[in-house]
């Protein structure tokens, strides 16, 4: 489980944005559709490892998942 003081302070190695964290599964940012997965609790924020989401769908999917 993702703590909420480290979820306050992560950033996408990316664009330096606020990520979005998605059922403590994966971490998530909507402006660049990058998914960024979480191995037992710790967050995996390697640009190189992180998920391309092209698919509208399941960008969609994603931000309804999102918790706020």
């Given at each position: 489980m993702v703590d909420e003081k480290l979820l306050g302070i992560l950033?996408?190695?990316q664009d330096r944005g606020p990520l979005l964290l998605i059922d403590q599964e994966l971490l998530y940012n909507?402006?660049?559709r990058r998914?960024?997965?979480i191995e037992d609790g710790i967050p995996v924020l390697l640009v190189?490892?992180?998920a391309d989401i092209?698919?509208?769908a399941e960008h969609?999917?994603?931000l309804d998942r999102a918790q706020a």
């Open positions: 950033v996408c190695p909507p402006r660049l998914a960024y997965r190189d490892e992180a092209t698919d509208d969609q999917r994603l």
